[in-house]
């Protein structure tokens, strides 16, 4: 797909749901007495690949394409039913990470697998917590990757005259690593553990898991950047309202501050406390963004973002600023060539574990644009200012990737090509389209 240098763009913009909170309101809607009702559910591939899992294990999913309003008819805790086949979660890392802490206490047989990005994808990081709770769960090919088959926890126990019950053992882990995926994975399994689950991590990953556990009914504490679950809760069926996902308001975002003559307001976008870094790098780069019409669903804040093009400077990313944008960096680091000064990325060596090495496939393919930007151990270097052109770039078949360097496109020469640009579809089907909507 080929793109070039716009002159401006303006309008307002509504992006789809949020990615994270669409997958896990499927999730524990399942896991719920009663129907669920979802409300701006992101009809991108990776949360279409929660709700046919949840359906292979006996849970009835309405799903209107139409109106993205979503039906879950939940069984309770203990409603799932052992699935047929094969568990498939396509692309989506939250899936199999999520789901195996569900499929943990459950007292059948699991196998899940996805797509050829998913199996180069590191799941020790959660086999090891589930194993300490009592799950039997493995790497099928034996590299800590997917497949893995889970057995569910390695005892059961007889309750409500005769009902089998699996259950697994409450723990604390220290993950070494700022993690919502695993967190969540070993909070989810705490729900049928014997006492309760706590995960420390080294800074607080997103929480979208324990608010809308408590909004399901479960008890959920948090302490620091400790979590802690307690088992065996009774979860009620709810409404939920999805706010626009910051990470794909992130791209009109960086366009609205980076083409000439701009100004965007993308409404109705959720700003979680440990979402929203992105606004803090724009502000530390001395962007023009303000928010309007803040507001809270259950809660999850949101606001209108408003964006005018800004003269950036360069900035330092690091620390407990980088779970809180973890997504974003790869549109971040084509803000930093846009800016004036130096914009060092570090403690980001999650990057490299994502659907692609996400700092290789930047540093290349921003090189080839023209950009000074070195690659390091854990992020990367970017020298801002010097102008970019055209460039045949690769998306490694990554969402952010391609459209990241959609809009690197808007301020570059020349024509430039995306390979397998249509992976978009993903997180944001229809990407180009919002994006062609404003371009003046």
């Given amino acids: 797909m080929n793109f070039n240098r716009v002159k401006k763009i303006t309008g307002e913009i509504v992006v789809p749901g949020d990615k994270s909170i669409s997958h896990r309101a499927v999730m524990f809607g399942a896991l719920a007495e009663g129907m669920t009702e979802i409300h701006g559910f992101l009809q991108g591939a990776d949360c279409l690949s929660t709700i046919s899992c949840f359906q292979e294990l006996g849970i009835q999913i309405e799903n209107d394409r139409s109106s993205n309003q ?14 047929s086949g094969m568990l498939d979660v396509g692309n989506s ?35 090891k917590p589930l194993t300490m709770m009592g799950a039997d769960i493995m790497s099928i090919p034996a590299n800590n990757c997917a497949p893995l088959r889970i057995n569910g926890s390695l005892k059961t126990r007889m309750q409500n005259h005769g009902h089998k019950k699996a259950f697994l053992k409450g723990i604390h882990y220290e993950s070494p690593v700022a993690s919502a995926q695993i967190k969540s ?13 706590s995960v420390t991590e080294p800074y607080v990953s997103r929480n979208h898991s324990e608010i809308m556990l408590r909004t399901f009914g479960a008890d959920v504490a948090t302490e620091g950047t400790t979590a802690t679950i307690q088992p065996n809760p009774f979860l009620k069926a709810t409404k939920v309202i999805v706010p626009g996902d910051i990470s794909s308001a992130a791209y009109f975002i960086a366009a609205g501050l980076i083409v000439p003559d701009s100004e965007v ?6 700003i979680n406390p440990t979402r929203d870094g992105i606004l803090d790098v724009c502000r530390m780069m001395g962007a023009d963004i303000t928010l309007e019409n803040e507001s809270d669903s259950n809660g999850e804040p949101y606001a209108d973002i408003h964006v005018k093009t800004s003269t950036l ?20 680091a084509v803000l930093a060539c846009a800016a004036e000064g130096t914009t060092i990325i570090k403690d980001a060596q999650e990057l490299k574990v994502k659907e692609s090495n996400r700092i290789d496939v930047m540093v290349h393919n921003l090189s080839l644009m023209g950009a000074d930007i070195t690659a390091t151990d854990d992020g990367m270097i970017i020298n801002g200012g010097k102008p970019l052109h055209g460039a045949i770039i690769n998306s490694n078949k990554d969402h952010r990737i391609a459209m ?37």
């Fill in 70 to 83: 979503v039906k879950v008819y939940g069984k309770g805790l203990h409603g799932l039913s052992s699935p």
């Fill in 93 to 127: 890392g939250t899936t199999m990470r999520l789901i195996s802490g569900i499929l943990s206490g459950q007292p059948f047989e699991s196998n899940l697998t996805g797509d050829a990005s998913i199996k180069k994808r590191p799941m020790g990081r959660i086999i």
């Fill in 185 to 197: 994975s070993i909070l989810l399994a705490g729900l049928y553990a014997d006492s309760p689950t």
């Fill in 265 to 270: 307001v993308i409404r109705h976008v959720g």
């Fill in 313 to 332: 400077k360069g900035t330092t990313i690091e620390g407990g600023l980088i779970p809180r944008l973890i997504d974003e960096l790869p549109m971040i």
């Fill in 404 to 440: 990241s360097f959609a809009i690197a496109s808007l301020i570059a020469d020349n024509t430039t090509t995306i390979q397998d640009a249509d992976c978009v579809t993903i997180s944001y089907p229809s990407f180009y389209q919002d994006l062609e909507s404003l371009v003046k």
